[in-house]
């Protein structure tokens, strides 16, 4: 199973990224996604996840009407749209399928 991350980068704040991860070697479709950001000293925390075909979607406090996860299945791949970028929003994000396989992880930086 491989988890890629892309997207990540350095940003004013205000501005937009839109991170993606592309998941191989099972059934995409068959897996709740999620993604998880981790900043420098602090825990890894849940930002946002998407169930299997979509229909049911969660988010972090913080990330609430900034943010949007989706997916296409047909490509095997989930997005998080993160809008109105805070300089709290720097870490590294990490795309996790189902329970147990994870990505290597992005790194998303906000700063002018």
């Known amino acids: 199973v491989q988890v890629v991350e892309s997207g990540g980068g350095l940003v004013q704040p205000g501005g937009s990224l839109r991170l993606s991860c592309t998941a191989s070697?099972?059934?995409?479709?068959?897996?709740?996604m999620s993604w998880y950001r981790q900043a420098p000293g602090k825990e890894r925390e849940l930002v946002a996840g998407?169930?299997?075909?979509?229909?049911?979607?969660n988010y972090a406090d913080s990330v609430k009407g900034r943010f949007t996860i989706s997916r296409d299945n047909a490509k095997r791949t989930v997005y998080l749209q993160m809008n109105s970028l805070k300089p709290e929003d720097t870490a590294i994000y990490y795309c996790?399928?189902?329970?147990?396989?994870w990505g290597q992880g992005t790194q998303v930086t906000v700063s002018s």
């Open positions: 996790k399928l189902g329970p147990d396989y």
């Open positions: 070697g099972l059934t995409f479709s068959s897996y709740d």
């Open positions: 998407i169930s299997s075909f979509g229909g049911s979607t």
